[in-house]
């Protein structure tokens, strides 16, 4: 019963970040190539152009991406409270009362972000370690990648996160 809580709660929280990450990357990848493009207004729109298009678009979305998934990460944050899921689910605490906030603001989650990021980058740097030992070469390593390893070990930190803070309790609902 409980895997499958943390299961639902990653899947979600998973499709968030991922969502969000790639939406805002191709907004701004698309601004910075539409901008470029028409710097540049003496260029005839043909294939050439077309395909230099896409390819400063994808450079400009990488970057983008690096940048808009710590954004996700600690906007994912705020909704995995307060939500049932599987009979279960997450309270978020006050500091001094021990009081359960209902309602959840950005400023009330950033000890509880840093410790669960702290734990997230632990753990993404565990598996970086195992995949460098199974890979001979830093080539295959992109924000791709990166993503990849946030997103699996995103489901072990939830399970951890309770333990490690805590202002975290799960109750039933």
């Known amino acids: 019963m409980m895997n499958s809580f943390y299961f639902w709660l990653w899947l979600k929280w998973s499709l968030r970040?991922?969502?969000?990450?790639?939406?805002?990357?191709?907004?701004?990848?698309?601004?910075?190539?539409?901008?470029?493009?028409?710097?540049?207004t003496t260029i005839p729109f043909d294939n050439t152009v077309l395909y230099a298009l896409v390819d400063i678009f994808l450079?400009?979305?990488?970057?983008?991406f690096s940048v808009t998934l710590?954004?996700?990460?600690?906007?994912?944050?705020?909704?995995?409270?307060?939500?049932c899921i599987q009979g279960y689910t997450l309270k978020l605490l006050s500091c001094?009362?021990?009081?359960?906030?209902?309602?959840?603001?950005?400023?009330?989650?950033?000890?509880?972000?840093?410790?669960?990021?702290m734990l997230l980058?632990?753990?993404?740097?565990?598996?970086?370690?195992?995949?460098?030992?199974?890979?001979?070469?830093?080539?295959?390593?992109?924000?791709?990648?990166?993503?990849?390893?946030?997103?699996?070990s995103g489901y072990i930190s939830f399970i951890f996160m309770i333990a490690r803070c805590k202002r975290i309790e799960l109750v039933k609902c």
């Open 121 to 152: 980058i632990w753990l993404v740097a565990t598996m970086m370690i195992v995949a460098l030992v199974v890979s001979t070469t830093f080539e295959w390593f992109n924000i791709y990648w990166l993503y990849a390893f946030v997103m699996l």
């Open 96 to 117: 001094n009362t021990q009081d359960i906030i209902d309602i959840i603001g950005y400023g009330d989650l950033v000890k509880v972000w840093r410790k669960w990021f």
């Open 70 to 83: 710590l954004l996700a990460l600690f906007r994912s944050i705020k909704y995995i409270f307060n939500v």
């Open 17 to 40: 970040v991922t969502i969000c990450s790639v939406v805002m990357a191709s907004i701004l990848s698309s601004f910075v190539t539409l901008f470029l493009y028409l710097n540049q």
């Open 59 to 64: 450079f400009w979305f990488a970057l983008f």
